[in-house]
């Protein structure tokens, strides 16, 4: 009896595809490494730690490492929902379809189209933050018109391996994952053990951040040091039907990349800090760009230039690992018929057995955007200021989904379960997230309406183009695929196990 209870247990990967509405279209070759990296590569601690370090020591000093491990600790508990949603729905599209099921058509919807927009934006601000380590590490000026196409080379190179199949997928998002391992731990490590210039009691000293007034306002303002790292784990799922046992395996991937990810930044951040020759500049905001100087003078020059070799294939990786995200997800929303477009986007090549009209669409779209930054260079701040907003606000979309469905007796059939515990950590992880969607959403204090609300802003904007195209163009009534049967598909997968377990004892 012990095994019939085990939800999912006897389902072949198609079966259980089959269950859910859909057939096999794509080669299951990702491992759970494979799938790891992918999540891993996307979440980008480098690349997290790297774009927000002076921010972070400018506005909270080197307590706003904390931060770290608070986002960690709640972003954890989210890809516990996550982790029981995606083992009973292994669908592609992971953030759509999971709404979708858990709640309805429109519904799922608005969750898209903010999470769609934030993905293609946060393509367009990781290729162009790279841009700039690859100018370094070939010794070019960086111009507006280099930074343009070095950032469309980015583009580009990715979008080649992802048009190539789900293999190429794998082995270059496997050494997109040794890469930052190397990057963010191995240098983190020689950084606090060998080029160590502070006490680690340093973590607790405010350094006078907070200038007349009490320290709470800048340890809160100092939040994004944390809220920008700790998403990406979300995309293990979003390639769910090329993974092989998905509902066991997306799970683990998403939490090793929240426990790799958590160490990797703690060990980076602190690196930066113990070893930085003069804290204090960069505290007080004079050294708005402290990492090169830091590893020049704790390396050495050809130290400094290999880091930058890390650094770019850490960058190209994570671009890779976001443009298959977004493809993926633009093909679940696309086979429901609930984009424009949809016939088109939704074709997979029956070579590579990949989404190659979504892809064409995730790399030309933050391309056009990189041009338009190209004309102005003052975009780029506003355009991805709304990005991490809208990630938050799509992924506490599904973690109100999946408690309302928990209200109404929805109990996860996956093979994957919280068990009695699923309740408590989906509504702790509720409360997290509207905590900090209220700190990246609180306007700034610089005076200026457009810079103190542009997080707002952009994400308005979205919010409303999305309102108004669901209801002029209604495409949830278009769409028949099916939707809010979270109770239904949990009983039906039991019957199924339990009538496959009867067939096989006998």
């Known amino acids: 009896m012990s095994e019939d209870r085990r939800p999912a247990a006897s389902l072949s990967d198609g079966e259980h595809l089959s269950v859910l509405g859909y057939e096999d279209s794509f080669n299951r070759s990702m491992s759970l490494w494979a799938n790891f990296a992918l999540g891993f590569t996307y979440l980008s601690p480098l690349v997290g730690v790297y774009s927000l370090f002076a921010v972070a020591l400018s506005i909270g000093g080197p307590p706003s490492i904390w931060w770290i491990v608070i986002v960690a600790t709640g972003q954890l508990l989210v890809s516990l929902v996550f982790g029981e949603v995606v083992s009973q729905y292994p669908i592609h599209g992971g953030i759509y379809p ?33 841009s700039g380590f690859a100018a370094s590490l070939f010794g070019l000026e960086i111009t507006n018109e280099t930074t343009l196409w ?23 998002a496997r050494i997109g994952l040794a890469a930052e391992l190397v990057g963010v731990i191995a240098v983190g490590l020689y950084l606090l053990v060998f080029q160590r210039k502070q006490d680690f009691g340093i973590f607790f000293d405010s350094m006078g951040v907070e200038g007349d007034g009490g320290y709470g306002a800048a340890f809160l303002g100092a939040a994004l040091a944390g809220l920008f790292l700790f998403y990406g784990f979300e995309a293990c799922g979003d390639v769910a039907e090329e993974v092989e046992n998905p509902a066991r395996r997306i799970p683990k991937a998403m939490m090793m990349t929240i426990f790799v990810g958590g160490i990797s930044a703690l060990l980076a951040f602190a690196g930066y800090v113990l070893a930085a020759p003069d804290l204090g500049s960069i505290v007080a905001g004079e050294d708005a760009d402290p990492i090169p100087g830091i590893l020049e003078a704790s ?18 990786s994570c671009v890779l690992s976001l443009q298959a995200a977004a493809s993926r997800l633009l093909f679940s929303f696309a086979r429901d018929g609930m984009i424009p477009g949809h016939r088109w986007l939704a074709r997979v090549s029956p070579k590579s057995k990949v989404p190659t009209n979504a892809l064409i669409v995730a790399c030309t779209v933050p391309a056009l955007i990189c041009v338009l930054i190209w004309l102005n260079n003052d975009l780029l701040v506003p355009i991805t200021a709304f990005a991490v907003l809208g990630i938050y606000v799509a992924f506490q979309m599904v973690v109100l989904a999946s408690l309302r469905q928990r209200i109404k007796g929805w109990k996860p059939a996956g093979p994957f379960s919280l068990g009695r515990w699923g309740f408590a950590i989906n509504a702790v992880a509720l409360a997290y997230g509207i905590f900090a969607m209220v700190l990246l959403a609180t306007p700034g204090t610089s005076g200026d309406v457009f810079t103190d609300f542009v997080v707002l802003i952009g994400l308005g904007v979205v919010a409303v183009t999305g309102l108004l195209y669901l209801f002029i163009a209604r495409p949830d009534r278009k769409s028949d695929a099916p939707s809010g049967d979270a109770i239904a598909v949990a009983d039906e997968i039991r019957l199924r196990t339990g009538a496959t377990r009867v067939v096989d004892r006998v």
């Open 98 to 130: 999971w709404a979708r099921r858990l709640w309805g058509r429109r519904y799922a919807w608005m969750a898209a189209w903010v999470y769609i927009w934030a993905m293609i934006v946060t393509i367009t601000a990781v290729a162009e933050y790279g």
């Open 150 to 172: 070095i950032t469309l080379a980015f583009l580009a190179i990715a979008f080649a391996i992802n048009f190539s199949g789900t293999k190429w997928l794998a082995r270059v």
């Open 299 to 316: 390396l050495g020059v050809v130290g400094a230039k290999v880091f930058l070799v890390i650094a770019v294939t850490a960058f190209l």
